[in-house]
């Protein structure tokens, strides 16, 4: 069973700045992609940034110039530095990893996820 430790979250000022850690373990052989996703009160889950095991990353138009993703390979982590935030960023965040076990078997898993509240 592959666990995902989210961490970083909380309550900051319109403009102010978080960021957010996410740590895998378990029995696990290779991450391929980390993403991050948010999901704000009454609205759906959406994705805001992901990161490939080679670096290729992406971002939600909303976030783009923002905020920043990058992951430690060697100690299975993934970081979102979160800057001028907006009110609008509020919401739980969680973390989702996919790859494979040492079994062989392949893993998607999620976070518990990490409420950010931003302050207009």
């Known amino acids: 069973q592959v666990q995902l430790v989210e961490s970083g979250g909380g309550l900051v000022q319109e403009g102010g700045s978080l960021r957010l850690s996410c740590t895998a373990s378990g029995r696990i052989f290779r991450i391929n992609t980390m993403n991050w996703y948010r999901q704000a009160p009454g609205k759906q889950r959406e994705l805001v940034a992901g990161?490939?095991?080679?670096?290729?990353?992406n971002y939600a138009d909303s976030v783009k110039d923002r905020f920043t993703i990058s992951r430690d390979n060697a100690k299975n982590t993934m970081y979102l530095q979160m800057n001028s935030l907006k009110f609008e960023d509020t919401g739980v965040y969680y973390c989702n990893v996919d790859g494979s076990r040492s079994s062989g078997s392949r893993f998607d898993s999620w976070g518990q996820g990490t409420q950010v509240t931003v302050s207009s």
């Open positions: 990161i490939t095991r080679d670096g290729s990353i």
